[in-house]
């Protein structure tokens, strides 16, 4: 009977032991600068023939977490933090914007949806870089949009157009977000206003 008990015991040792608390970080605060906008914040842009706006209707930033769990060789910290707009019922879609961390040593990367008309995506470590087969990333270091000085700005530019997708251009900055879009079924740049 000892030998059994014994036997047991060592097997619930081992099944205790191979239980780990694992904990992630959430989402980093200077990060942010990629979404740089809160729940009733209004975001607007100017064709110079019309102003629209834009009201953020959702935001989410991932939180820190821990739990027990089995042991792994490498466990997966995914964070991100998003804004979303409301439907703009001139141009007929919403905004929401991404800044994801979601794999092990890799950059972070942006997305930006225009909901029902496209997707543009990149990395902001990209600096004048084909991003893929449709995207083609241009850094601009310094730039001055409406008076204001930016600094590390991307210039996203399609390579070619996609029947049904009618976003061909953005230009995105830390703590700004995205300052200038140009949107093809109106022929039309939409620039940012009112800082």
């Known amino acids: 009977?000892?030998?059994?008990?014994?036997?047991?015991l060592l097997v619930i040792i081992c099944l205790i032991e191979s239980c780990v608390k694992y904990s992630c970080d959430g989402f980093p605060n200077e990060e942010l600068k990629w979404i740089p906008f809160q729940i009733g914040d209004s975001i607007y842009y100017s064709n110079?023939?019309?102003?629209?706006?834009?009201?953020?209707v959702d935001f989410h930033k991932s939180?820190?977490?821990?739990?027990?769990q089995q042991l792994?060789?490498?466990?997966?910290?995914?964070?991100?933090?998003y804004y979303v707009t409301n439907n703009n019922d001139r141009l007929n879609f919403s905004i929401k914007q991404i800044r994801r961390d979601e794999c092990i040593n890799c950059k972070?990367?942006?997305?930006?949806?225009?909901?029902?008309?496209?997707?543009?995506?990149?990395?902001?470590?990209?600096?004048?870089?084909?991003?893929?087969?449709?995207?083609?990333?241009?850094y601009i270091e310094n730039m001055t949009i409406n008076q204001k000085q930016m600094t590390d700005v991307y210039f996203l530019t399609k390579k070619k157009n996609i029947s049904g997708e009618y976003i061909?251009?953005?230009?995105?900055?830390?703590?700004?977000?995205?300052l200038k879009f140009y949107e093809s079924r109106e022929n039309s740049s939409?620039?940012?206003v009112k800082y």
């Open 1 to 8: 009977m000892r030998i059994k008990e014994l036997v047991f």
């Open 48 to 56: 110079e023939i019309d102003t629209i706006s834009f009201l953020v």
């Open 63 to 68: 939180d820190s977490w821990s739990d027990w």
């Open 72 to 81: 792994v060789m490498d466990y997966w910290c995914p964070t991100e933090a």
């Open 108 to 138: 972070n990367d942006i997305e930006i949806y225009f909901t029902g008309l496209d997707t543009i995506s990149f990395n902001d470590y990209s600096r004048n870089y084909d991003w893929d087969s449709t995207i083609y990333v241009k």
């Open 168 to 178: 061909d251009s953005v230009l995105i900055a830390p703590d700004y977000g995205i």
């Open 190 to 192: 939409w620039v940012r």
